[in-house]
């Protein structure tokens, strides 16, 4: 079972959505909207995860977020059919949804296979739907050209991307939670803005950097409990003695 939802949410899918929508978007947009991965999967924890709860700064916080994919996307965007950047910011929030569901369900599974088996089984499962999407699509393996950028583009999302990459992911769910484990995500705009700066040469928008810190801003409402706890925990400071059982239990490390 852990095999199958990895293969198909957090592999599968998620490439599938975050590379074809890829090509809509700047390399810092793309990466802002996958970073709304940690509001949604709260979302997703309400439903699957019963020890996960919301208050109204919680529900606020995932307005918020939603919030900051609307500025980074215009409303002008919005309300244009056909818009390519509407498309691109469609596929690559589907990939979002896809490694916050994927990555909740994954918490729910009791597994013995290590993080590296999981992603070797998760990678062949996700290779045969991804390529049974591409022959449905009317693509060929014909009409592939293997340049250099190519494949210098396959060898580093395929090793350090994921080989390396998603079994420490897998890892951190186990010892984390998803919630937790899904605060990587925020690094990514940070990165992929710097890189899409200096080889590609883009602009970063100012919309999107607004965006990107009201999706920062509802997260921190979203785990504003659990970021005071880690913080006092960095300090050295024992948990206040008004903390109720609830707190506790979803600092725990889960797996």
């Known amino acids: 079972m852990a095999v199958v939802i990895a293969g198909l949410f957090l592999s599968g899918f998620n490439a599938a959505l975050l590379f074809t929508g890829q090509q809509y978007l700047t390399t810092g947009t793309a990466a802002v909207i996958f970073s709304l991965v940690p509001v949604l999967a709260p979302l997703f924890a309400i439903v699957l995860l019963p020890e996960e709860k919301f208050d109204f700064l919680g529900m606020i916080g995932i307005l918020l977020g939603l919030g900051g994919v609307t500025i980074i996307v215009g409303l002008n965007s919005i309300s244009t059919t ?8 469609t596929l690559v929030g589907g990939a979002a ?3 916050a569901f994927g990555s909740v369900l994954l918490s729910k599974t009791d597994r013995s296979i290590s993080g590296i088996g999981m992603t070797a089984w998760a990678l062949v499962l996700a290779a045969g739907v991804v390529h049974g999407l591409s022959l449905l699509m009317g693509e060929s393996p014909g009409d592939v050209t293997l340049t250099f950028g ?3 583009a396959i060898f ?4 350090p991307a994921t080989a390396v990459a998603f079994p420490a992911y897998y890892g951190l769910i186990d010892r984390a939670g998803p919630v937790r484990a899904n605060l990587i995500s925020y690094t ?3 990165v992929a803005t710097g890189v899409g700066a200096i080889v590609l040469d883009e602009v970063v928008p100012v919309r999107t950097v607004f965006g990107f810190a009201v999706i920062v801003i509802g997260f921190t409402l979203i785990e504003r409990q659990n970021l005071r706890d880690e913080i006092r925990r960095l300090r050295g400071v024992p948990a206040s003695p008004d903390q109720d059982e609830e707190h506790i239990c979803e600092s725990a490390p889960r797996g």
């Open 97 to 99: 949804v896809a490694v």
């Open 188 to 190: 990514v705009p940070l």
């Open 82 to 89: 056909g818009n390519a950047a509407l498309l691109g910011v």
């Open 156 to 159: 580093w999302v395929g090793v």
């Open 150 to 152: 190519a494949l210098v």
